[in-house]
């Protein structure tokens, strides 16, 4: 589905945030030893980014201090927070914790349904959605507020289209059955030797489903090969990015994540310089 931009460069641009510390221990197995303190609002305000997705991991934070996430989170344009967490973890029915920070909190614009696609308690590699397509739907009209409706966004790996990818997987209904249901599906690419894949891996999201908006997602970390990703890459992302903003391609970028951003990567430094140089550029088609 084609996006109508207007606005900035800036307006389509998202932080994906976990909990600080969060991502410690993996970035430790690439052999980093400064743990990570940066919270998602510094995350945010350090990266230069008015748009934030909130998303659990493990369990955390817990929903007794969603609050107090949400009360930093208040200068920012836009917050989608998680009703699925990182793989695809949820407690129950998590959007009965959200809706009340959505009726608090005005900046609060949809939900977010991270690693979806999970493997079956039996294994095997034709993976389920986190929900079925039924429940999905029975989330919509409780997505619909006073003053608003909220979206709901869902993570996709881009090896679910490519059959030579080593993690390649297959889901047990046609992708359309579960992405159809969503409003924004946000496409992510792991693994260094894959990203020059990414027009390919557009053009097959876009052939599997009509009705969302596709955003960009981009590491900082390649979470595969256990390294930070190259500044040529991020570049190569980021220009194909700008460029299918402009043609209404996709409808944002998301940077991943504030775990990453303070234990001295350059490909950090280097995309928020890329923010604030490309970042106050109108956008129209």
């Known amino acids: 589905m084609q996006d109508t931009l207007t606005g900035t460069v800036r307006d389509r641009l998202w932080i994906f945030t976990v909990f600080a510390g969060a991502d410690d221990a993996n970035l430790a197995l690439g052999g980093v030893t400064t743990p990570s303190r940066m919270t998602p609002a510094e995350g945010a305000f350090c990266l230069g ?10 369990g ?20 989608v927070w998680s009703i699925v967490g990182s793989g695809g973890r949820h407690d129950g029915d998590e959007l009965s914790l959200v809706l009340p920070l959505a009726h608090e909190f005005e900046n609060i614009s949809g939900v977010f349904l991270d690693d979806f696609f999970v493997r079956p308690p039996q294994g095997g590699n034709v993976f ?31 090896r679910v289209l490519d059959a030579t990818h080593p993690g390649h997987f297959t889901v047990d209904l046609a992708l ?12 992510w690419t792991r693994g260094d030797e894959r990203l ?24 900082f970390w390649d979470f595969v090969n256990r ?41 950090v430094d280097w995309t928020r310089e890329w923010i604030a140089s490309v970042g106050d550029q109108p956008l129209s088609v």
């Open 49 to 58: 980014v008015p748009n934030l997705l909130m998303i659990r991991s493990g």
């Open 196 to 219: 020059k894949n990414l027009p390919e891996y557009v053009d097959r999201l876009a052939a599997a489903c009509t009705t969302p908006r596709i955003v960009l997602g981009c590491d």
């Open 128 to 158: 389920t959605g986190a929900l079925s397509p039924a429940e999905l739907e029975a989330l919509r009209p409780r997505l619909k507020l006073p003053d608003r409706t909220l979206e709901m966004w869902v993570t996709f790996y881009s």
């Open 60 to 79: 955390r934070p817990p929903a007794e201090r969603f609050g107090q996430y949400a009360q930093a989170f208040r200068p920012l344009r836009r917050v």
């Open 227 to 267: 390294a930070p990703v190259p500044i040529e890459l991020m570049e190569y992302q980021c220009t194909l990015g700008l460029e299918w903003l402009r043609q209404g391609r996709i409808a944002g970028m998301i940077f991943l994540a504030n775990t990453s951003m303070d234990i001295g990567l350059d490909v």
């Open 176 to 187: 359309s059955e579960y992405l159809d249901r969503f409003d924004v599906v946000t496409l």
